[in-house]
């Protein structure tokens, strides 16, 4: 199976708001945000410049272990600062393979300088698994229909 289309087929298909935080937000703002949105990851942007990029394992690795208080803490102190990234043309197949080697479920998708989305592991497993089951789909009609 194929994972050379682009991220930007995946991203038509997600939602299109894009949440963010800035590097002065509380951890405990950002959390409640992730929260309500359910994400587990906000790209931290000022002036529409990309700054880091702030996680689940960011907070529970950098604030709850290291007995930091999330209303005190400010997203600065505890972003992931070196950030992996990618453009709308970068394929399916290239991000998995930098989440993979690089140990990080987050990419932002950045297109003229800007931030334009952030793909997840997740997406990219749910994107493949939707497209093997079209793939299955086709295969399924083409058989049934030079059988009949």
Not at 5 to 23: E, N
Not at 38 to 66: M, S
Not at 79 to 87: L, Q
Not at 90 to 118: A, F, Q, W, Y
Request: aromatic residues 4%.
């Amino acid at each position: 199976m194929t994972t050379s289309h682009p991220i930007s087929s995946l991203l038509h298909h997600k939602k299109s708001t894009l949440w963010s935080v800035s590097p002065d937000t509380t951890v405990f703002d950002a959390i409640k945000l992730m929260a309500e949105k359910n994400v587990g990851a906000l790209p931290v942007i000022q002036n529409g410049e990309l700054h880091g990029v702030f996680t689940e394992r960011d907070y529970t690795r950098k604030v709850a272990l290291q007995g930091k208080t999330s209303k005190e803490t400010r997203v600065r102190e505890i972003m992931t600062g070196k950030v992996f990234i990618v453009t709308p043309n970068d394929s399916v197949e290239t991000c998995m393979k930098m989440m993979n080697d690089n140990r990080v479920r987050h990419l932002p998708v950045i297109d003229g300088g800007k931030v334009i989305g952030i793909i997840s592991i997740g997406d990219l497993v749910n994107w493949i698994i939707s497209a093997q089951g079209a793939t299955i789909e086709q295969m399924e009609r083409y058989i049934a229909g030079v059988s009949a």
